[in-house]
């Protein structure tokens, strides 16, 4: 199967050596995307709310670039610098899916990049 390199400039470019996404076959590997505004290069952290929801429209521009959609998650990862955020991040996040939920976990970790609050990634399949 071919590798194929996801790009999109409706999402933040990467800040490091690595991809927006790849897709492999029916597979799409995202790398974690935090609460930075594509548009303007800022990161939206007003409150965790807002960033979160800046997490998920940069999820979301990445899914479309790979023609994915939530409904083909199977898997996220949530990394949160605080364990404090969990439910405000957790109300928004479900508010993005329409029932059938993908695998998760979620963790609190020392440092995120940039100093951001939270940091999602995902798997999806088609």
Known sequence: MEK????????????GPYSQAVQIGNMLFMSGQIAINPKSGALEMTDIITETHQVMKNILAVLAAAEFD????????IF?????????????????????YPARETVAVAGLPKNVNVEISMIAHK
């Open 4 to 15: 194929k390199i996801i790009h999109t400039s409706n999402a933040p470019e990467a800040i």
């Open 70 to 77: 939530l409904s083909h998650v199977v898997k996220t990862t």
């Open 80 to 100: 949160l610098s605080d364990m404090n955020y969990f439910q405000d991040v957790n109300t928004v996040y479900a508010s993005y899916f329409l029932g059938s």
